[in-house]
């Protein structure tokens, strides 16, 4: 079962961290929701944060993992929140189980195919040689030189744990993601298709969603609109939440 964060009373709300992430990524956002009547779920992907670790890694086993964690906590009508990878996720998902979810949020992706373009991350990621038992700061510095973005370095930090008294390790499944990184940006099916209301969100700083994009967007989800988060890039909950969080929140109390 995956592991998950789960606040609140209400309307189920289920929240999907994109590659690398975790449900801790979530917190304020997910307590906001919360606040609003909705019991969210900030769920942690399988090879993610605190969820078991696989050598199965497709979205097709991941909609399923979703799918059996709202059929034991008996969550039905669900409203999901997907960003990046998570968003990938939840329209696989919505488009598989349309009468488990009543609307659906993608954050900064499409369903489009992205080509692989994680490598210099992994590159860094691979560099950390933990037998050496480096501090968190040693950790960081051999990071920076691969990846200069310090909000990039901070987000990966995150998923850093005491794996023993005297050693750290990454909280994800490194092996794995080395071996199916071609998995991360595999396109929706083409035949795919979720007819409820569906907000697309894309931040104005990033192009994951072009204008080019919006029919293949409109061609899977009609009943869908893409609204832009302004001065955000594709971390666009963590660069702009204030706004991020308004139209989330309009979109979902929006004909409840």
């Known amino acids: ?8 009373e209400g309307k189920p709300l289920i929240i999907i961290h994109g590659f690398l992430g975790m449900s801790d ?33 497709s979205y097709e086993v991941m909609v399923e993992d979703v799918k059996q964690y709202c059929s034991f906590h008996q969550l039905t009508a669900i409203d999901v929140l997907g960003h990046s990878m998570g968003g990938k996720v939840a329209m696989l998902l919505a488009t598989t189980y349309p009468e488990l979810v009543s609307k659906l949020i993608v954050a900064d ?11 210099t991350i992994l590159a860094g990621l691979n560099a950390i040689d933990f037998t050496k038992n480096p501090s968190r700061s040693q950790v960081e510095e051999e990071l920076s030189k691969y990846i200069r973005d310090f909000g990039t370095r901070q987000f990966l930090l995150k998923s850093l744990y005491w794996k023993t008294p005297e050693q750290l390790a990454f909280r994800f499944n490194l092996n794995v993601f080395n071996k199916k990184i071609e998995t991360i940006g595999t396109a929706l099916p083409f035949e795919n298709t979720f007819s409820k209301l569906t907000l697309f969100l894309r931040g104005d700083k990033s192009d994951y969603i072009t204008d080019a994009d919006f029919e293949t967007i409109l061609h899977h989800f009609p ?34």
């Open 109 to 119: 992706i499409g369903p489009k195919y992205y080509p692989p373009h994680h490598q």
């Open 223 to 256: 009943s869908s609109r893409i609204e832009t988060v302004k001065n955000a890039g594709h971390w666009l909950h963590a660069e702009n939440p204030v706004d991020f969080y308004d139209f989330v929140i309009h979109f979902l109390k929006k004909n409840q």
């Open 25 to 57: 990524n979530w917190k304020s956002l997910a307590t906001q929701f919360a606040a609003q009547g909705f019991q969210t779920h900030a769920l942690d992907l399988r090879n993610h944060g605190k969820s078991f670790h696989s050598e199965d890694f």
């Open 1 to 8: 079962m995956l592991h998950s964060r789960i606040e609140g």
